[in-house]
């Protein structure tokens, strides 16, 4: 019995303490307090996604988690000590327009009138709105928007953070994100790709609606992905833009989009007949490096003598090989050196149909051209 009561004991002291250390540190080295002295606030540390789905995790800027932290007002510094910084904190949904002015000039009435709530229905957010704080920071988890949300006019809100209860009479400024649009989780499938992937499908590109006309016509000439587009664009940039069918500048934006996709590790190689020269290049047509006399050389540069060769590849880019990444183009490069001349047809050949056999009926499309 004793030990729980000195237990009991030591815990009190220890709140007791940090909740004076923490008086002690609100009050301004001149000394004089202010009634109105607000040194506390919360503050999302990161921007939130501009566009968010219903029944999708809430997540900020590039995918990242939702940090909301409990700042000193003063110092801007986080608060990692004392009761508040272990509080619990609760996450609401705001009116779009509540406080747009970059300051934070509003009151906790204020604040709280410009909650959405929705009568008769559940509530708009699910998950883990009640968190709470660990030395001052916190992350938003699995909270999501509930799919009847998407239907509200306008479908345009904040999210905000808020202490769950006052703690020693000492208010905590709220928090609010930048404002959002919320649409239905289906606009996923319709959704452009703010970088695409070589694997998307083509229609993730701006300007092209899925299932729309230039869609359509893109499938019509066996351009499906985001790659295919990208090497039409090489093979045949002209063909392609009468393909398209767009604007000037509709045009521009939609091959610069396509060209912002990381090009990955994939590159291609091409060795012209007499098997003396070769070159390798990206899916962007960049120079990565060059094949002569049985030796591969790395390089950006193409020389006066090579020049040749890219538009060489594009004309027969049935004989362009593609590979996954460095390493396998290093042992076919290897192959082809310890081979020799005579033997470097036959593992051309060899590679070509290995690598080739899923691209042959595409690659033939592309250039219009039949293997006979």
Known sequence: MEGLIGQIIQEEYELMKNRIFTRINRIPKDGIQTSDLRSMKLQFRNGISRIILTGEEIKGEEHTCIEVALIDDTTGNVIDVGPESSANIEIVVLRGEFAASEDDDWTAENFNENIVRVEGKMPILAGNVILKLQRGTCLLENIKFRHHTSKMKPPVFRLGARFVR??????????????????????????KCETPALSDEVWRLKNIRKGGNIDNRLKDN??????????????????????????????????NHAQACPSDK????YINSQQQRGIVFNILGQVLGLYSENQYSPTNMLPEN????????????????????????????????????????????????RFLNSYSSQMMDLTGESSG
């Open 166 to 191: 006052i703690i020693d009479g000492v208010p905590v400024k709220e928090a609010k994100t930048e404002s959002f649009t919320v649409k239905d989780y289906r606009n996923k499938y319709f959704m």
């Open 222 to 255: 066996k351009i499906y992905k985001v790659e295919d587009f990208l090497i039409r664009l090489l093979v045949d940039p002209k063909g392609l833009k009468r393909i398209v069918n767009l604007g000037a500048k509709k045009w521009e934006v939609t091959v």
């Open 266 to 269: 994939r590159m291609y190689c």
């Open 306 to 353: 090579h020049k040749d060769l890219l538009a060489s590849a594009y004309e027969h880019w049935e004989n362009t090989v593609p590979f996954d990444d460095e390493n396998t183009l290093h042992q076919h490069i290897t192959s082809l050196s310890g081979l020799g001349n005579a033997g470097t047809s036959e593992m051309m050949g060899e590679t070509s149909n």
